[in-house]
């Protein structure tokens, strides 16, 4: 399928259903290093945005779509995530701002993006047991893939199968930054919540475009 604003909304749809599925699952990550409203505050950003799809023009692009998320997740998600993901759905936004068909490279650059615009508003470095964690691996196995001359399917299937093994491999760490950052080494042993969504996220990307 083309990555264009169909695959945009079919990704947006796709999150709304994995983050309704895992709501409970995220929370419970959350509650170990957090205060446990991660899979609340992802799920209520992700249905507000359902909705507002159907207002989307005819010859609406990917990046509108994108922007639609953003604001809807500013305003809805609060806490940490919210303007967190929100600044990476808008950075996003801008990389492939009226694009009709997003192309390997805009794939890339769409996740750099992201990920940029996180570290911009999070100030989070690899290893601090953050969303960065998902983030980053996801954006160098893109980058790699389209090097290896891969299409937009296989460059976002590769994104978020870095992201997933990211996410996972921030078990043992230990936080250095958001509120599970308080809890010091007692933060090791738990997965983070945002790396886990981002994974999430990542994947219904990947499915929307296969
Ligand atoms: P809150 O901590 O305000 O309750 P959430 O529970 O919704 O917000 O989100 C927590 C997630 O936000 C963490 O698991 C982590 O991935 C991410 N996070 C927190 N602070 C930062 C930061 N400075 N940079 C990147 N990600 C962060
Ligand atoms: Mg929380
Ligand atoms: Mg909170």
Redesign the pocket.
């Known amino acids: 399928m083309a990555v264009d604003a169909a695959w945009a909304a079919a990704w947006v749809r796709a999150s709304a259903e994995v983050i309704a599925e895992n709501r409970v699952a995220l929370s419970h990550l959350?509650r170990d290093i957090?205060?446990g409203?991660?899979g609340e505050?992802m799920d209520r950003g992700f249905q507000a945005v359902l909705p507002k799809l159907d207002g989307l023009a005819e010859d609406a692009a990917p990046s509108d779509v994108l922007k639609l998320v953003a604001t809807t997740l500013i305003s809805t998600v609060g806490?940490?995530?919210g303007p967190?993901y929100g600044t990476a759905y808008l950075k996003a936004a801008g990389a492939v701002n009226g694009k009709a068909e997003l192309e390997p490279a805009d794939v890339v650059a769409l996740l750099e993006a992201a990920r940029d615009g996180?570290v911009l508003r999070?100030?989070?470095e690899p290893g601090d047991k953050?969303?960065?964690d998902a983030w980053t691996p996801a954006v160098e196995a893109a980058s790699a893939a389209n090097e290896d001359g891969k299409d937009a399917a296989a460059v976002l299937a590769a994104a978020a199968d870095a992201a997933e093994a990211g996410a996972e491999a921030t078990e043992p760490l230990v936080a250095r930054?958001?509120?599970?950052s308080y809890l010091g080494e007692r933060s090791a042993g738990h997965r983070?919540?945002?790396?886990q969504s981002t994974a999430l996220l990542l994947r219904a990307a990947a499915k929307s475009a296969a």
């Not at 930054?177 to 599970?180: D, F, S, V």
């Open positions: 959350d957090g205060d409203d991660h505050n806490g940490a995530a967190l996180i999070g100030k989070a953050t969303m960065i930054k958001g509120r599970a983070d919540p945002g790396a």
